[in-house]
T-cell receptor, first 115, second 111 residues
Framework: DAGVIQSPRHEVTEMGQEVTLRCKPI?????LFWYRQTMMRGLELLIYFNNNVPIDDSGMPEDRFSAKMPNASFSTLKIQPSEPRDSAVYFC?????????????FGPGTRLTVT | GEDVEQSLFLSVREGDSSVINCTYTDSSSTYLYWYKQEPGAGLQLLTYIFSNMDMKQDQRLTVLLNKKDKHLSLRIADTQTGDSAIYFCAVSNTGGFKTIFGAGTRLFVKA
């Protein structure tokens, strides 16, 4: 299996621009998670989906952030408009519920820089 | 809410054992994990332990769980420079789909 795939790996954009991050989870996994990692705040859970349905978006910082999962093999995280404080590494992870275990498989991350 | 705490840094000499500690608050935590993050990469699951276990050994890795004190540790035997990374403690509970991660412990291995 190719693992969790994220694109782009690096994104540099100007403040005010729209940014779309993409994720392809591991085939067959039924949970998908979006995290943000910064030096100051560590790893923060933004939102997670189960069977393509958003379950908990309480970690989404504000209305500028939105996430979708139109099908089992694709999810997007959109920031509009972007701000310098959104600069971080954004990780997508997926997991499969089985025997009650929830270990997550992480993608390589997208490093976002907003200037 | 659930909280997972770790010390931020640990420095050891190559060949020594490393012990990374973690405490958590939710006594219903059923699955406890250790993830490793190397520079520029995502987190990778190293090992996990069920709450009904006290210890799990996997090659150079030993996980100890003290449920009474809600304390989890990861021991790396014969630490190598390639073990330098950030190690995250994480917990989840049965029926809960969220995994709570600690802030991560940065392990430095000196040659």
């Amino acid at each position: 299996d190719a693992g969790v795939i994220q694109s782009p790996r690096h994104e540099v954009t100007e403040m005010g621009q729209e940014v779309t991050l993409r994720c392809k989870p591991i085939s067959g996994h039924d949970y998908l998670f979006w995290y943000r990692q910064t030096m100051m705040r560590g790893l923060e859970l933004l939102i997670y989906f189960n069977n393509n349905v958003p379950i908990d978006d309480s970690g989404m910082p504000e209305d500028r952030f939105s996430a979708k999962m139109p099908n089992a093999s694709f999810s997007t995280l959109k920031i509009q408009p972007s701000e310098p404080r959104d600069s971080a590494v954004y990780f997508c992870a997926s997991s499969l519920t089985g025997a009650g275990r929830y270990e997550q498989y992480f993608g390589p991350g997208t490093r976002l820089t907003v200037t | 809410g659930e909280d997972v705490e770790q010390s931020l840094f640990l420095s050891v000499r190559e060949g020594d054992s490393s012990v990374i500690n973690c405490t958590y608050t939710d006594s219903s935590s059923t699955y406890l994990y250790w993830y490793k993050q190397e520079p520029g990469a995502g987190l990778q699951l190293l090992t996990y332990i069920f709450s009904n276990m006290d210890m799990k050994q996997d090659q150079r890795l030993t996980v100890l769980l003290n449920k009474k004190d809600k304390h989890l540790s990861l021991r790396i035997a014969d630490t190598q420079t390639g073990d330098s990374a950030i190690y995250f403690c994480a917990v989840s509970n049965t029926g809960g789909f969220k995994t709570i991660f600690g802030a991560g412990t940065r392990l430095f291995v000196k040659a």
